[in-house]
Protein backbone atom coordinates (compact mmCIF):
# COMPACT_ATOMS: atom_id res chain seq x y z
CA UNK A 1 0.00 0.00 0.00
CA UNK A 2 2.69 2.32 0.56
CA UNK A 3 3.95 2.63 -3.19
CA UNK A 4 0.63 3.72 -4.43
CA UNK A 5 0.77 6.28 -1.83
CA UNK A 6 4.33 7.52 -2.84
CA UNK A 7 3.11 7.67 -6.40
CA UNK A 8 -0.08 10.22 -5.23
CA UNK A 9 2.65 12.19 -3.47
CA UNK A 10 5.21 12.23 -6.31
CA UNK A 11 2.36 13.29 -8.52
CA UNK A 12 1.07 15.85 -6.53
CA UNK A 13 4.18 17.84 -6.82
CA UNK A 14 4.81 19.80 -9.90
CA UNK A 15 8.82 18.96 -9.36
CA UNK A 16 7.53 14.86 -9.06
CA UNK A 17 5.97 14.82 -12.40
CA UNK A 18 8.65 16.42 -14.55
CA UNK A 19 10.88 13.67 -13.00
CA UNK A 20 8.85 10.88 -13.47
CA UNK A 21 8.63 12.09 -17.12
CA UNK A 22 12.66 12.32 -16.60
CA UNK A 23 12.67 8.93 -15.76
CA UNK A 24 10.09 7.51 -18.38
CA UNK A 25 12.91 9.21 -20.53
CA UNK A 26 15.88 7.66 -19.64
CA UNK A 27 13.91 4.45 -19.74
CA UNK A 28 12.49 4.56 -23.27
CA UNK A 29 16.44 5.32 -24.13
CA UNK A 30 17.70 2.57 -21.56
CA UNK A 31 15.14 -0.11 -23.18
CA UNK A 32 16.53 0.89 -26.91
CA UNK A 33 20.06 2.14 -27.22
CA UNK A 34 21.68 -1.13 -26.92
CA UNK A 35 20.36 -2.80 -30.43
CA UNK A 36 23.64 -2.13 -33.18
CA UNK A 37 27.01 -1.33 -31.87
CA UNK A 38 29.13 1.66 -30.46
CA UNK A 39 29.72 4.29 -32.89
CA UNK A 40 32.47 5.89 -33.86
CA UNK A 41 32.73 8.49 -31.59
CA UNK A 42 31.56 6.26 -28.58
CA UNK A 43 34.66 4.41 -29.38
CA UNK A 44 37.03 6.53 -29.67
CA UNK A 45 36.37 8.19 -26.56
CA UNK A 46 35.94 4.65 -24.66
CA UNK A 47 40.28 4.52 -25.87
CA UNK A 48 40.81 7.97 -24.78
CA UNK A 49 39.08 7.32 -21.43
CA UNK A 50 42.26 4.61 -21.28
CA UNK A 51 44.74 7.71 -20.74
CA UNK A 52 43.24 10.19 -18.73
CA UNK A 53 44.45 13.68 -19.25
CA UNK A 54 43.23 17.27 -18.94
CA UNK A 55 42.68 17.36 -22.54
CA UNK A 56 42.52 15.65 -25.90
CA UNK A 57 43.24 16.69 -29.42
CA UNK A 58 38.67 16.36 -29.56
CA UNK A 59 37.57 17.97 -26.63
CA UNK A 60 38.09 19.10 -23.24
CA UNK A 61 38.31 16.26 -20.50
CA UNK A 62 35.00 15.51 -19.02
CA UNK A 63 33.52 13.31 -21.65
CA UNK A 64 36.17 10.74 -21.63
CA UNK A 65 36.44 10.70 -17.54
CA UNK A 66 32.64 9.78 -17.52
CA UNK A 67 33.49 7.42 -20.19
CA UNK A 68 36.29 6.01 -17.61
CA UNK A 69 33.52 6.19 -14.86
CA UNK A 70 31.31 3.46 -17.06
CA UNK A 71 33.60 1.30 -18.05
CA UNK A 72 34.74 1.16 -14.79
CA UNK A 73 30.91 0.53 -13.60
CA UNK A 74 29.57 -1.71 -16.44
CA UNK A 75 32.75 -2.54 -18.53
CA UNK A 76 31.96 -1.94 -22.43
CA UNK A 77 28.39 -1.88 -22.30
CA UNK A 78 26.75 0.13 -24.84
CA UNK A 79 23.60 -0.05 -22.51
CA UNK A 80 25.71 1.20 -19.18
CA UNK A 81 27.83 4.23 -21.26
CA UNK A 82 24.41 5.59 -23.16
CA UNK A 83 22.96 5.95 -19.62
CA UNK A 84 25.08 9.13 -18.62
CA UNK A 85 24.02 10.72 -22.14
CA UNK A 86 20.14 9.44 -21.28
CA UNK A 87 20.89 11.19 -17.96
CA UNK A 88 22.11 14.15 -19.23
CA UNK A 89 19.21 14.77 -20.97
CA UNK A 90 16.92 13.74 -18.35
CA UNK A 91 17.84 16.33 -15.95
CA UNK A 92 17.80 18.83 -18.79
CA UNK A 93 14.51 17.86 -19.38
CA UNK A 94 13.54 18.80 -15.64
CA UNK A 95 15.28 21.74 -15.57
CA UNK A 96 13.76 23.33 -18.99
CA UNK A 97 10.57 22.60 -16.80
CA UNK A 98 12.30 24.67 -13.68
CA UNK A 99 12.92 27.09 -16.10
CA UNK A 100 9.12 27.50 -17.02
CA UNK A 101 8.36 27.55 -13.41
CA UNK A 102 10.90 30.66 -13.04
CA UNK A 103 9.13 32.71 -14.86
CA UNK A 104 5.71 31.29 -13.71
CA UNK A 105 4.39 28.78 -15.55
CA UNK A 106 1.77 26.31 -13.79
CA UNK A 107 2.21 22.56 -14.50
CA UNK A 108 0.75 22.54 -17.59
CA UNK A 109 3.57 25.03 -18.86
CA UNK A 110 6.42 23.30 -17.54
CA UNK A 111 5.27 20.07 -19.00
CA UNK A 112 4.56 21.52 -22.52
CA UNK A 113 8.37 23.02 -21.93
CA UNK A 114 9.88 20.01 -20.60
CA UNK A 115 8.59 17.27 -23.55
CA UNK A 116 8.92 20.05 -26.38
CA UNK A 117 12.81 20.63 -25.11
CA UNK A 118 13.24 16.91 -25.62
CA UNK A 119 11.23 15.91 -29.07
CA UNK A 120 13.49 17.51 -31.43
CA UNK A 121 16.00 15.46 -33.64
CA UNK A 122 19.25 16.30 -32.08
CA UNK A 123 18.24 16.08 -28.95
CA UNK A 124 16.82 12.44 -29.22
CA UNK A 125 19.94 11.74 -30.65
CA UNK A 126 21.62 13.23 -27.59
CA UNK A 127 20.18 11.01 -25.57
CA UNK A 128 20.64 8.11 -27.42
CA UNK A 129 24.65 8.30 -28.21
CA UNK A 130 27.02 8.79 -25.76
CA UNK A 131 28.92 11.96 -27.34
CA UNK A 132 30.41 15.28 -26.17
CA UNK A 133 27.39 17.07 -27.49
CA UNK A 134 24.81 15.31 -24.73
CA UNK A 135 27.35 16.66 -21.90
CA UNK A 136 27.53 20.37 -23.67
CA UNK A 137 23.30 20.49 -23.95
CA UNK A 138 23.48 20.10 -20.66
CA UNK A 139 25.46 22.90 -19.19
CA UNK A 140 23.92 25.29 -21.60
CA UNK A 141 20.31 24.27 -19.81
CA UNK A 142 21.94 24.83 -16.71
CA UNK A 143 23.10 27.55 -17.42
CA UNK A 144 19.89 29.78 -18.64
CA UNK A 145 18.42 28.31 -16.20
CA UNK A 146 20.83 30.13 -13.17
CA UNK A 147 20.63 32.97 -15.24
CA UNK A 148 17.13 33.16 -14.47
CA UNK A 149 17.39 32.13 -11.00
CA UNK A 150 19.80 35.45 -11.39
CA UNK A 151 17.66 37.90 -12.74
CA UNK A 152 14.61 36.64 -10.89
CA UNK A 153 16.26 36.88 -7.51
CA UNK A 154 18.47 39.39 -7.59
CA UNK A 155 20.83 37.19 -5.46
CA UNK A 156 24.35 38.11 -6.56
CA UNK A 157 25.95 35.33 -5.70
CA UNK A 158 24.43 33.12 -8.53
CA UNK A 159 27.13 34.53 -10.55
CA UNK A 160 29.66 31.89 -8.56
CA UNK A 161 27.01 29.10 -9.88
CA UNK A 162 26.93 30.86 -13.28
CA UNK A 163 30.79 30.70 -13.17
CA UNK A 164 30.61 26.69 -12.37
CA UNK A 165 28.45 26.18 -14.95
CA UNK A 166 30.38 27.65 -17.51
CA UNK A 167 33.52 26.57 -15.99
CA UNK A 168 32.74 22.94 -16.31
CA UNK A 169 30.82 23.66 -19.75
CA UNK A 170 34.82 24.34 -20.85
CA UNK A 171 35.79 21.97 -19.57
CA UNK A 172 32.84 19.70 -21.75
CA UNK A 173 32.58 21.78 -25.35
CA UNK A 174 34.37 24.87 -26.60
CA UNK A 175 30.98 26.08 -27.73
CA UNK A 176 30.58 26.88 -24.15
CA UNK A 177 32.31 30.39 -25.80
CA UNK A 178 29.26 31.22 -27.92
CA UNK A 179 26.78 31.30 -24.77
CA UNK A 180 29.00 33.22 -22.93
CA UNK A 181 29.22 35.27 -25.78
CA UNK A 182 25.43 35.97 -25.39
CA UNK A 183 25.62 36.46 -21.53
CA UNK A 184 28.51 38.97 -21.72
CA UNK A 185 26.42 41.12 -24.78
CA UNK A 186 23.20 40.91 -22.23
CA UNK A 187 25.43 42.74 -19.86
CA UNK A 188 26.56 45.08 -22.37
CA UNK A 189 22.92 45.73 -23.88
CA UNK A 190 20.74 45.58 -21.32
CA UNK A 191 23.06 47.18 -18.25
CA UNK A 192 21.29 45.22 -15.20
CA UNK A 193 23.21 47.84 -12.73
CA UNK A 194 21.74 45.70 -9.86
CA UNK A 195 23.83 43.07 -10.68
CA UNK A 196 26.76 44.28 -11.71
CA UNK A 197 29.29 43.52 -8.57
CA UNK A 198 32.23 41.85 -7.43
CA UNK A 199 30.58 38.49 -7.66
CA UNK A 200 30.08 39.03 -11.50
CA UNK A 201 33.65 38.62 -11.03
CA UNK A 202 33.87 36.05 -8.64
CA UNK A 203 32.06 34.11 -10.64
CA UNK A 204 34.23 34.94 -14.18
CA UNK A 205 37.30 33.92 -12.26
CA UNK A 206 35.43 30.58 -10.95
CA UNK A 207 35.17 29.59 -14.39
CA UNK A 208 38.54 30.57 -15.27
CA UNK A 209 39.86 28.34 -12.37
CA UNK A 210 38.08 25.40 -13.19
CA UNK A 211 38.75 25.43 -16.99
CA UNK A 212 42.48 26.30 -16.22
CA UNK A 213 43.79 22.62 -16.23
CA UNK A 214 42.33 22.19 -19.71
CA UNK A 215 44.04 26.19 -20.97
CA UNK A 216 47.54 24.91 -19.25
CA UNK A 217 47.18 21.24 -21.46
CA UNK A 218 46.68 23.55 -24.38
CA UNK A 219 49.38 25.89 -23.97
CA UNK A 220 51.68 22.82 -23.23
CA UNK A 221 50.44 21.38 -26.50
CA UNK A 222 50.46 24.50 -28.78
CA UNK A 223 46.58 24.83 -28.79
CA UNK A 224 46.46 21.69 -31.09
CA UNK A 225 42.57 21.94 -30.47
CA UNK A 226 42.21 24.31 -32.59
CA UNK A 227 43.81 23.11 -35.47
CA UNK A 228 41.84 20.41 -34.88
CA UNK A 229 38.10 22.64 -35.08
CA UNK A 230 39.94 24.45 -37.92
CA UNK A 231 40.38 21.24 -40.25
CA UNK A 232 36.68 20.32 -38.86
CA UNK A 233 35.05 23.35 -39.74
CA UNK A 234 36.75 23.67 -43.28
CA UNK A 235 35.99 19.83 -43.94
CA UNK A 236 31.89 20.90 -42.58
CA UNK A 237 31.49 23.85 -44.91
CA UNK A 238 33.45 22.04 -48.18
CA UNK A 239 30.69 19.23 -47.66
CA UNK A 240 27.84 21.16 -47.27
CA UNK A 241 27.44 20.94 -43.54
CA UNK A 242 26.27 24.29 -42.78
CA UNK A 243 24.42 24.70 -45.49
CA UNK A 244 20.74 25.98 -44.74
CA UNK A 245 21.36 27.39 -41.61
CA UNK A 246 18.39 29.34 -40.19
CA UNK A 247 15.83 27.00 -42.07
CA UNK A 248 17.40 23.91 -40.18
CA UNK A 249 16.48 25.83 -37.14
CA UNK A 250 13.18 25.26 -37.93
CA UNK A 251 12.91 21.62 -39.28
CA UNK A 252 15.64 19.82 -38.18
CA UNK A 253 17.02 21.68 -34.71
CA UNK A 254 13.75 21.46 -33.58
CA UNK A 255 10.33 19.60 -34.36
CA UNK A 256 8.39 21.86 -36.36
CA UNK A 257 5.35 21.40 -34.04
CA UNK A 258 7.18 24.03 -31.31
CA UNK A 259 8.29 26.35 -33.47
CA UNK A 260 5.36 28.33 -32.42
CA UNK A 261 6.37 28.19 -28.90
CA UNK A 262 10.01 29.37 -29.52
CA UNK A 263 9.15 32.18 -31.47
CA UNK A 264 6.45 32.67 -28.96
CA UNK A 265 9.59 33.21 -25.74
CA UNK A 266 12.03 35.22 -28.70
CA UNK A 267 8.61 37.53 -29.23
CA UNK A 268 7.95 37.83 -25.33
CA UNK A 269 11.75 38.32 -24.67
CA UNK A 270 12.75 41.13 -27.06
CA UNK A 271 9.04 42.94 -27.78
CA UNK A 272 6.65 42.18 -24.46
CA UNK A 273 7.49 45.13 -21.98
CA UNK A 274 7.20 42.34 -19.31
CA UNK A 275 10.09 39.95 -20.90
CA UNK A 276 12.78 42.78 -20.67
CA UNK A 277 13.32 41.58 -17.11
CA UNK A 278 14.58 37.96 -18.57
CA UNK A 279 15.90 39.62 -21.52
CA UNK A 280 19.55 38.09 -21.35
CA UNK A 281 18.04 35.22 -21.83
CA UNK A 282 16.97 36.25 -25.38
CA UNK A 283 20.71 37.42 -25.94
CA UNK A 284 22.07 34.04 -24.57
CA UNK A 285 20.27 32.84 -27.79
CA UNK A 286 20.30 35.28 -30.53
CA UNK A 287 24.38 36.25 -30.08
CA UNK A 288 25.30 32.32 -30.36
CA UNK A 289 22.97 31.82 -33.45
CA UNK A 290 24.07 35.30 -35.29
CA UNK A 291 27.92 34.36 -34.53
CA UNK A 292 27.33 30.85 -35.98
CA UNK A 293 25.64 31.54 -38.75
CA UNK A 294 28.35 34.42 -40.20
CA UNK A 295 30.83 31.47 -39.41
CA UNK A 296 28.78 29.12 -41.03
CA UNK A 297 28.70 26.51 -38.07
CA UNK A 298 26.80 23.35 -37.87
CA UNK A 299 22.67 24.13 -37.40
CA UNK A 300 22.50 21.65 -34.55
CA UNK A 301 25.12 23.57 -32.74
CA UNK A 302 22.34 26.10 -31.49
CA UNK A 303 20.39 23.17 -30.43
CA UNK A 304 21.26 23.66 -26.35
CA UNK A 305 19.69 27.73 -27.13
CA UNK A 306 16.26 26.39 -27.57
CA UNK A 307 14.88 25.17 -24.21
CA UNK A 308 15.18 28.50 -22.16
CA UNK A 309 13.18 29.98 -25.25
CA UNK A 310 10.64 26.67 -25.34
CA UNK A 311 10.47 27.51 -21.73
CA UNK A 312 9.82 31.46 -21.89
CA UNK A 313 7.34 30.57 -24.95
CA UNK A 314 5.17 27.77 -23.11
CA UNK A 315 4.50 30.16 -19.54
CA UNK A 316 3.56 33.13 -22.71
CA UNK A 317 1.04 30.56 -24.44
CA UNK A 318 -0.32 29.68 -21.06
CA UNK A 319 -1.20 33.05 -20.57
CA UNK A 320 -2.27 33.95 -24.11
CA UNK A 321 -4.60 31.18 -24.07
CA UNK A 322 -6.21 32.24 -20.74
CA UNK A 323 -7.69 34.97 -22.28
CA UNK A 324 -9.48 33.07 -24.91
CA UNK A 325 -12.80 31.09 -24.54
CA UNK A 326 -12.96 27.87 -22.73
CA UNK A 327 -13.82 26.32 -25.87
CA UNK A 328 -11.07 28.07 -27.62
CA UNK A 329 -7.98 27.46 -25.27
CA UNK A 330 -9.21 23.44 -24.85
CA UNK A 331 -9.01 22.72 -28.63
CA UNK A 332 -5.79 24.45 -28.70
CA UNK A 333 -4.59 22.67 -25.69
CA UNK A 334 -5.58 19.37 -27.56
CA UNK A 335 -4.17 19.47 -31.11
CA UNK A 336 -0.57 21.10 -29.51
CA UNK A 337 -0.28 17.91 -26.69
CA UNK A 338 -1.49 15.60 -29.85
CA UNK A 339 0.97 16.93 -32.57
CA UNK A 340 3.52 16.71 -29.84
CA UNK A 341 2.90 12.99 -29.40
CA UNK A 342 2.68 12.32 -32.88
CA UNK A 343 5.65 14.35 -34.08
CA UNK A 344 7.51 13.34 -30.73
CA UNK A 345 6.89 9.57 -32.00
CA UNK A 346 7.61 10.40 -35.73
CA UNK A 347 11.22 11.62 -34.73
CA UNK A 348 11.82 8.81 -31.93
CA UNK A 349 11.20 6.25 -34.94
CA UNK A 350 14.10 7.97 -37.09
CA UNK A 351 16.23 8.57 -34.95
CA UNK A 352 16.38 5.97 -31.79
CA UNK A 353 18.21 2.66 -33.23
CA UNK A 354 14.55 0.55 -33.52
CA UNK A 355 14.68 -0.43 -37.45
CA UNK A 356 15.92 -3.22 -38.43
CA UNK A 357 19.49 -3.01 -40.09
CA UNK A 358 19.59 -2.62 -43.49
CA UNK A 359 15.97 -2.43 -43.92
CA UNK A 360 14.21 0.06 -45.72
CA UNK A 361 12.90 1.84 -42.52
CA UNK A 362 17.07 2.00 -41.65
CA UNK A 363 17.88 2.91 -44.67
CA UNK A 364 15.41 6.24 -44.35
CA UNK A 365 16.48 7.16 -40.78
CA UNK A 366 20.62 6.18 -41.47
CA UNK A 367 19.93 8.80 -44.03
CA UNK A 368 17.80 11.38 -41.98
CA UNK A 369 20.52 10.68 -39.11
CA UNK A 370 23.68 9.90 -40.95
CA UNK A 371 24.55 8.20 -37.38
CA UNK A 372 23.04 4.72 -37.69
CA UNK A 373 25.52 3.47 -40.08
CA UNK A 374 28.63 4.01 -38.05
CA UNK A 375 27.71 1.68 -35.80
CA UNK A 376 28.51 -1.42 -38.14
CA UNK A 377 31.37 -2.63 -39.14
CA UNK A 378 34.00 -2.86 -35.96
CA UNK A 379 33.98 -6.61 -34.96
CA UNK A 380 34.17 -7.60 -38.47
CA UNK A 381 37.27 -5.00 -38.99
CA UNK A 382 39.32 -6.20 -35.69
CA UNK A 383 38.38 -9.82 -36.87
CA UNK A 384 40.34 -9.42 -40.23
CA UNK A 385 42.90 -7.78 -38.91
CA UNK A 386 43.48 -10.49 -36.24
CA UNK A 387 43.45 -12.78 -38.87
CA UNK A 388 45.77 -10.87 -40.89
CA UNK A 389 48.44 -11.02 -37.34
CA UNK A 390 47.78 -15.06 -36.99
CA UNK A 391 48.91 -15.50 -40.64
CA UNK A 392 52.67 -13.47 -39.69
CA UNK A 393 55.83 -15.57 -39.61
CA UNK A 394 57.80 -15.22 -36.58
CA UNK A 395 60.65 -13.28 -38.52
CA UNK A 396 57.95 -10.61 -38.78
CA UNK A 397 58.48 -9.55 -35.05
CA UNK A 398 58.31 -7.13 -33.65
CA UNK A 399 54.76 -6.48 -35.61
CA UNK A 400 52.33 -3.76 -35.21
CA UNK A 401 48.99 -2.59 -36.20
CA UNK A 402 48.25 0.69 -37.66
CA UNK A 403 44.36 1.93 -37.81
CA UNK A 404 43.86 4.94 -40.07
CA UNK A 405 41.56 7.18 -37.54
CA UNK A 406 41.15 7.21 -33.78
CA UNK A 407 37.51 5.29 -34.22
CA UNK A 408 39.48 2.26 -36.23
CA UNK A 409 42.69 2.12 -33.49
CA UNK A 410 39.65 2.49 -30.83
CA UNK A 411 37.63 -0.22 -32.32
CA UNK A 412 40.37 -2.48 -32.36
CA UNK A 413 41.91 -1.88 -29.10
CA UNK A 414 38.39 -2.98 -27.96
CA UNK A 415 37.07 -5.92 -29.53
CA UNK A 416 41.14 -7.29 -29.96
CA UNK A 417 41.49 -7.67 -26.28
CA UNK A 418 42.06 -11.43 -25.36
CA UNK A 419 43.45 -11.92 -28.77
CA UNK A 420 46.98 -10.54 -28.50
CA UNK A 421 47.23 -7.63 -30.18
CA UNK A 422 49.64 -4.71 -29.56
CA UNK A 423 48.56 -1.12 -29.01
CA UNK A 424 47.52 0.16 -31.68
CA UNK A 425 48.62 3.09 -33.46
CA UNK A 426 47.21 5.74 -35.41
CA UNK A 427 48.20 8.70 -36.78
CA UNK A 428 44.89 10.41 -35.87
CA UNK A 429 44.16 13.16 -33.29
CA UNK A 430 44.89 12.05 -29.47
CA UNK A 431 46.51 9.16 -30.85
CA UNK A 432 49.36 10.59 -32.48
CA UNK A 433 50.02 12.23 -29.20
CA UNK A 434 50.74 9.10 -27.59
CA UNK A 435 53.17 7.86 -30.36
CA UNK A 436 53.92 4.96 -31.21
CA UNK A 437 55.51 3.42 -28.27
CA UNK A 438 58.94 2.28 -27.43
CA UNK A 439 59.01 -0.90 -30.12
CA UNK A 440 59.08 0.32 -33.36
CA UNK A 441 57.71 -2.45 -35.49
CA UNK A 442 59.27 -2.95 -38.65
CA UNK A 443 55.93 -5.18 -39.75
CA UNK A 444 52.62 -3.47 -39.43
CA UNK A 445 48.89 -5.09 -39.83
CA UNK A 446 47.47 -1.62 -41.44
CA UNK A 447 43.82 -1.24 -40.91
CA UNK A 448 41.55 1.71 -42.83
CA UNK A 449 44.26 2.75 -45.55
CA UNK A 450 44.21 2.85 -48.97
CA UNK A 451 47.33 0.58 -50.50
CA UNK A 452 48.79 3.85 -52.58
CA UNK A 453 48.84 5.84 -49.20
CA UNK A 454 50.74 3.12 -46.81
CA UNK A 455 53.62 2.63 -49.63
CA UNK A 456 54.92 6.27 -49.56
CA UNK A 457 55.93 5.40 -45.86
CA UNK A 458 56.53 1.75 -45.89
CA UNK A 459 58.93 -0.34 -48.87
CA UNK A 460 56.22 -3.04 -49.34
CA UNK A 461 52.89 -3.35 -48.69
CA UNK A 462 51.11 -6.78 -49.44
CA UNK A 463 47.15 -7.17 -49.49
CA UNK A 464 46.47 -10.08 -46.95
CA UNK A 465 42.63 -9.58 -45.75
CA UNK A 466 39.34 -7.80 -46.37
CA UNK A 467 36.28 -7.52 -44.44
CA UNK A 468 32.36 -6.74 -45.09
CA UNK A 469 29.86 -4.98 -43.12
CA UNK A 470 26.66 -7.06 -42.60
CA UNK A 471 24.20 -6.01 -44.22
CA UNK A 472 25.13 -4.37 -47.30
CA UNK A 473 26.19 -1.14 -45.01
CA UNK A 474 28.33 1.42 -45.79
CA UNK A 475 30.17 2.79 -42.92
CA UNK A 476 30.83 6.30 -43.42
CA UNK A 477 33.91 6.65 -40.89
CA UNK A 478 35.20 3.52 -42.62
CA UNK A 479 34.27 4.42 -46.24
CA UNK A 480 36.48 2.12 -49.17
CA UNK A 481 39.17 1.24 -46.90
CA UNK A 482 37.98 -2.36 -46.34
CA UNK A 483 40.92 -4.05 -47.05
CA UNK A 484 43.56 -5.10 -44.79
CA UNK A 485 47.83 -4.72 -45.62
CA UNK A 486 50.69 -6.16 -44.37
CA UNK A 487 53.59 -3.49 -44.39
CA UNK A 488 57.16 -3.90 -43.90
CA UNK A 489 60.06 -1.59 -43.88
CA UNK A 490 59.31 1.69 -42.87
CA UNK A 491 61.33 3.98 -45.25
CA UNK A 492 62.32 6.23 -42.68
CA UNK A 493 62.83 6.17 -39.11
CA UNK A 494 59.39 6.11 -37.28
CA UNK A 495 60.82 9.41 -35.53
CA UNK A 496 60.87 11.25 -38.60
CA UNK A 497 57.86 10.23 -40.78
CA UNK A 498 55.78 10.43 -37.51
CA UNK A 499 55.83 14.40 -37.66
CA UNK A 500 54.38 14.15 -40.95
CA UNK A 501 51.73 11.54 -40.23
CA UNK A 502 49.40 13.51 -37.73
CA UNK A 503 45.51 14.02 -39.00
CA UNK A 504 42.58 14.57 -37.73
CA UNK A 505 39.50 13.16 -37.69
Known amino acids: MRLPAICRRIIATDTGVLVLSALALVALHTATNGKYGFHRDELATIDDARFLSWGYVVYPPITPSLARVSMTLFGASMIGLRLFAALAVGIAMVVTGLMAREIGGRRPAQLVAAWAAVIAGPVVSFGYLFQYVSFDYLWWVLAAWVTMRLLKSGNQRWWLALGAVVGFGMMTKFTMVFLVAGIVCGIVLDRPRSLLSKWLWCGAAFALLIFLPNLIWQLRHNFITLDFLRFIHARDVRLGRADGFLPAQFWAVT????????????????????????????????????????????????APAYPMLLAVGAVWGERWLETLSLATAGTIRRMARRSMVVSGLATSVLVLPL????????????????????????????????????????????????????????????????????????GS??????????????????????????????SSCELVGHFTIPYGIENNAIGDHTDIFVCRRPREPWDVFWRRFHSFG
Not at 364 to 378: R, V
Not at 400 to 423: F, M, Q, S
Open 255 to 302: NPVTVPIWIAGFYFLFIKPEGKRFRMIGWMYLIPLVILLIARGRPYYV
Open 355 to 426: APPGSRWWKIADATTQNLNEEFGWREMTDAVIRARDSLLADDAPVGVLAGDAGEAAAINLYGRGHGLPEVIS
Open 429 to 458: NSHWLRGYGNRQPETVVAAGFLRADLETVF
